[in-house]
């Protein structure tokens, strides 16, 4: 497992946000956490990247222990988040911002060079120059993305990547993530729309209240009963009928 998260716990103002949580990633495999609003997905993934750090737990990245690095630290060792609301900055060029990638990666050499990003997103490479708070809502995911990968990710961390975006535009940012997944990139995905996460991933966990609910292969988990019914929003004829 190139990614281990062991019985994490995070509060926040005396709120229990995760109350245990353990799950894997496998090197090259793409994993989902679905669940419904205040589940604690984001906060697990913040907990993974050192953005918030663990009441208790342990986070651990090719058999090394992360859990207590500064964000920064957790970035260097190869631990890189596409926040929720990608978070680019607007003032500066699409270009200045993938170069600022860069930096999360230090010394680390990096599958993931400049023309690899446009190359996975021409989009971008049209607009370089262009001020990113101009782009598109889908083209700033796309910015996001690029930006974690110039980071050299060895796990990359998507929080609500199709948040805001058209269906047309989630089929391309899915797309992509195929694409550098079938490449050997581990992604571990937390997403809202269950249906699109669990098409995408061999393997998920069902967040509810701040625990996992269930775990197992996407597909066999898109056919349960109680997912069906709690958090893909369909009665089980219905998705039987699909």
Same mark, same amino acid.
């Given at each position: 497992?190139? $990614?281990?998260?062991?019985? #994490?716990?995070? +509060?926040?103002?005396? *709120? ?15 994993? +989902?956490?679905? /669940? %419904? ?11 993974? %990247? ?12 090719? @058999? ?19 926040? =929720? @609301?990608?978070? *680019?900055?607007?003032?500066? &060029? ?15 050499? %990096? ?21 990113? /708070?101009?782009?598109?809502? @889908? ?5 996001? *993305? ?17 948040? @805001? ?9 899915? %797309?992509?993530?195929?694409? $550098? ?5 581990? #992604?571990? $995905?937390? =997403? ?6 669990? =098409?995408? &991933? ?36 219905? +998705?039987? +009928?699909?």
């Amino acid at each position: 497992m190139i $990614l281990r998260v062991e019985d #994490i716990k995070a +509060a926040y103002d005396g *709120i229990r946000a995760l109350k245990g949580v353990s799950i894997e990633v496998a090197a090259g495999e793409m994993v +989902a956490v679905i /669940g %419904s609003n205040g589940a604690g997905k984001s906060t697990l993934l913040n907990c993974i %990247s050192g953005m918030v750090t663990p009441k208790a737990g342990k986070v651990w990245l090719e @058999g090394k222990d992360v859990t207590e690095l500064p964000g920064y630290r957790v970035a260097r060792a190869g631990l890189l988040q596409v926040p =929720e @609301g990608r978070q *680019i900055l607007s003032d500066l &060029t699409v270009d200045d911002n993938l170069r600022l990638g860069e930096l999360a990666r230090g010394s680390r050499k %990096s599958p993931f060079d400049f023309n690899g990003v446009l190359k996975l997103f021409p989009k971008l490479e049209e607009r370089l120059w262009q001020r990113a /708070g101009t782009l598109s809502g @889908g083209e700033q995911q796309m910015l996001a *993305i690029g930006r974690a990968l110039m980071g050299g990710p060895k796990v990359l961390l998507l929080d609500e990547p199709s948040l @805001g975006l058209s269906p047309l535009m989630t089929d391309y940012v899915f %797309s992509a993530l195929r694409t $550098l997944n079938e490449q050997g990139l581990s #992604i571990l $995905l937390v =997403e809202q729309n269950a249906h699109r996460a669990l =098409e995408a &991933t061999r393997r998920a966990y069902v967040m509810d209240k701040g625990v996992v609910v269930h775990e197992g292969l996407s597909e066999a988990l898109s056919k349960d009963e109680r997912v069906i019914t709690h958090y893909l929003g369909q009665e089980p004829a219905m +998705a039987e +009928a699909q």
